[in-house]
């Protein structure tokens, strides 16, 4: 008899046992969808902003690989050097250089091939409208790391994309183009500096 006793004891002990595991897997369960219910609330009522970029694709020429002409820092007074390709990629510079930005009309194109030389990725415009330089800084904008956006009204191009020893002309703002050309040649300058 006692056996028995022990028997529905033990059973008792069980049920018991596989209650407080229910118990807890429907505690740790509501918790768990509470949580997921609170992020997709979170994130429904605060959507993250969009930056758009969207460019067109205006047709982009070959990739230019241009010689090296050198770089040296220019002294005081001297002045600046004529260079080799229009825009320049490479040659005598400033010793400051541009960090990565948005910039107007009175940029030093010298500073600019300092940036380069660390580098930097320039996106060169002229003549385009105001649309379009737009399209520019939003790129520059979602991904500046290293990267400036700035007007050289001396150079055929409407856009020129320029690296140090490389440059990439297009007829206007091409997402896929810039992306690509960023991508392959950003930090890939001859001085790695910020």
């Given at each position: 008899m006692s056996s028995t006793r022990q028997r529905q004891?033990?059973?008792?002990?069980e049920q018991e046992q596989k209650k407080k595991q229910q118990q807890y897997?429907?505690?740790?369960?509501?918790?768990?969808?509470?949580?997921?219910?609170?992020?997709?609330?979170?994130f429904l009522l605060n959507?993250?902003?969009?930056?758009?970029?969207?460019?067109?694709?205006?047709p982009c020429g070959n990739l230019q690989v241009l010689e090296d002409e050198g770089r040296g820092h220019l002294k005081p007074g001297e002045p600046i050097p004529n260079y080799k390709s229009n825009p320049p990629t490479s040659g005598t510079h400033n010793e400051t250089w541009y960090p990565a930005g948005v910039y107007d009309?009175?940029?030093?194109?010298?500073?600019?091939?300092h940036s380069l030389e660390h580098g930097y990725v320039v996106l060169y415009y002229n003549?385009?409208?105001?649309?379009?330089?737009?399209?520019?800084v939003?790129?520059?904008?979602s991904d500046s790391f290293k990267l400036i956006v700035a007007p050289y009204?001396?150079?055929?191009?409407?856009?020129?994309?320029a690296a140090w020893g490389r440059v990439q002309p297009c007829d206007g703002?091409?997402?896929?183009?810039?992306?690509?050309?960023?991508?392959?040649?950003?930090?890939?300058?001859?001085?790695?500096?910020?």
């Open positions: 004891a033990q059973l008792r002990a897997l429907l505690i740790g369960g509501g918790i768990a969808a509470a949580a997921i219910i609170l992020v997709g609330v979170f959507p993250q902003p969009q930056t758009p970029t969207s460019t067109g694709s205006f009309n009175n940029v030093d194109v010298t500073q600019l091939i003549g385009i409208p105001q649309d379009q330089i737009n399209q520019l939003n790129i520059q904008r009204p001396n150079m055929p191009h409407k856009v020129a994309l703002p091409n997402e896929a183009a810039i992306r690509s050309f960023i991508a392959q040649f950003r930090n890939q300058g001859p001085e790695q500096a910020p």
